[in-house]
C-alpha cells in the first residue's frame, strides 16, 4: 500500500443537517432592600444588581466531524442569571452556553432562510443568542431628592432563536465517480479510512474524509463522496445533498471504471454523466482543478480501455488499480501538486513554521 496515515477522521456516521432550538438565559432581577443598622431606621438601599444571563455560543472544533449531537437534541437553553441581594451583594452571571459544531457548519435562521454564519474557521467563536442583562438593584436608583428608592429593575431576557445547521464537508482531494467505480477502494488504500466496500451501488451511503500522509511531511485530507447517477442534481439517486461536500474541496479526483461490467455504459458515458451533474449543480464546482483516472486496469483488456477512453475524451487519463496498487504513487504526487497549486500565499504561510505568521486577532476577541 502506497501512503502511511499519521492520523485519520473517519465518519462512523455522518449527520449533516439539524434543526435546534437555542435560548440564551434571562438577567437576574436587580433587589430592593434597605441596610438594618441600630438606630437607623430604613436605612440606606443596599439592594444589588442581577447577574447577566449565559450567552450562547458556537465554535468550530477541532475532532468534531458530525452534527450528531444536535440531532437528537433539539433544545439548547444557557442558564439565567441570578438575583441581586441584599448588602449590595450583585447576582452571579451565568456561564455561556458553548455549542461545538464542526468546521465547515452553515448556519442559517429557520424563519428567514437567511444565512446568520459560515464557520469557515477552525476555532472561530461566534455568539448566535445574546443574554440578558441583569437588573439593576435599588441602590442604583438613590440621589439627592429620592435617598429611600423602593424601585428595582427586572433581568432582561434572552435572545432565542430556531437555527438549521447545514455540515459542509472540508476537503482538499475529493473523490467523484459513478456508484462502484472504485472511489472507496482508492481511499481505503492511501489512509486509514474504511469505508464499506461491495460490489453494488450505493454502498458508500455518507461521505468519509481520510488523510493521505507523503514523503517529506506532506499530507492531505481525501474525502469519498457518495456515488453520483444522472439527475443528482435534482434529487435522484442519492440525490444532491452530497453534491455540496464537493463545493468545499480544492482538486476532485475523477475516477471511472474501465475494466469491469459493474458501471453501465461506456467508460466516456460514465465520465460525461458525472460532469454534466457538476455543471448543473454548480459552474464553479465543475471548473476546479481535476484529475481523471481510469481505475480497475488490472482487469483484463483494462490497459486498452483507459487509452482508449482518453482518446475519446481528448484529456490526459491515468491509469490506476486501486486492488492492485497500479498508479496509486503517481496519483497522490500529482494530487499533492493540484492541491498546494490552488492555496493562496496565506495558506501556505501558516503551514510553513520558517515563514513568520501575521498578527492575527484571538478568536474569543473578534466581533460577533
Not at 440564551?24 to 444588581?49: L, Q, W
Not at 438575583?83 to 424563519?111: E, F, Q, S
Request: with cysteine.
Amino acid at each position: 500500500m502506497y501512503g502511511s496515515v499519521v492520523s485519520g477522521s473517519v465518519f462512523s456516521m455522518l449527520v449533516d443537517e439539524a434543526e435546534i432550538y437555542v435560548r440564551a438565559g434571562n438577567g437576574g432581577d436587580g433587589c430592593a432592600s434597605f441596610r438594618r443598622e441600630k438606630y437607623v431606621p430604613r436605612g440606606g438601599p443596599d439592594g444589588g444588581d442581577g447577574g447577566d444571563g449565559g450567552s450562547v455560543v458556537v465554535v468550530a472544533t477541532p475532532g468534531v466531524d458530525t452534527l450528531l449531537d444536535f440531532k437528537g437534541k433539539h433544545h439548547w437553553v444557557a442558564r439565567n442569571g441570578q438575583p441581586g441581594m441584599g448588602k449590595k451583594m450583585y447576582g452571579k452571571n451565568a456561564d455561556d452556553l458553548v455549542l461545538k459544531l464542526p468546521l465547515g457548519t452553515l448556519m442559517y435562521d429557520r424563519n428567514t432562510g437567511i444565512l446568520i454564519k459560515d464557520l469557515s474557521e477552525m476555532n472561530e467563536r461566534i455568539c448566535i443568542a445574546e443574554g440578558g442583562k441583569g437588573g439593576r438593584g435599588n441602590v442604583k436608583f438613590a440621589n439627592a431628592t429620592n435617598q429611600t428608592p423602593l424601585q428595582s429593575e427586572a433581568g432582561t431576557e434572552g435572545q432565542e432563536r430556531w437555527l438549521k445547521l447545514s455540515l459542509k464537508l472540508f476537503a482538499d482531494v475529493g473523490l467523484v465517480g459513478l456508484p462502484n467505480a472504485g472511489k472507496s477502494t482508492i481511499l481505503s488504500r492511501l489512509s486509514k479510512a474504511r469505508p464499506k466496500i461491495a460490489d453494488y451501488p450505493f454502498t458508500t451511503m455518507q461521505p468519509h474524509p481520510g488523510i493521505v500522509e507523503l514523503s517529506g511531511g506532506r499530507r492531505y485530507v481525501m474525502a469519498d463522496i457518495p456515488g453520483l447517477i444522472e439527475g443528482a442534481h435534482e434529487g435522484a439517486g442519492l440525490g444532491d445533498e452530497f453534491l455540496r461536500h464537493i463545493e468545499r474541496t480544492r482538486v476532485l479526483l475523477h475516477v471511472v471504471d474501465v475494466g469491469s461490467d459493474l458501471t453501465p455504459g461506456t467508460p466516456e458515458q460514465s465520465y460525461r454523466t458525472i460532469r454534466g451533474e457538476l455543471e448543473k449543480y454548480s459552474q464553479k464546482l465543475a471548473d476546479k482543478p481535476e484529475i481523471i483516472v481510469a481505475n480497475k486496469t488490472d482487469l483484463t483488456d483494462g490497459r486498452e480501455a483507459a487509452e482508449a477512453f482518453a482518446r475519446e475524451i481528448g484529456q490526459p487519463v491515468l491509469p490506476i488499480s486501486a486492488v492492485a496498487g497500479i498508479g496509486l504513487p503517481e496519483m497522490t504526487e500529482k494530487l499533492w501538486k493540484l492541491v498546494e497549486a490552488s492555496k493562496d500565499p496565506d495558506e501556505k504561510a501558516m503551514e510553513d513554521p520558517a515563514v513568520p505568521l501575521p498578527m492575527r486577532t484571538p478568536p474569543h476577541l473578534r466581533e460577533s
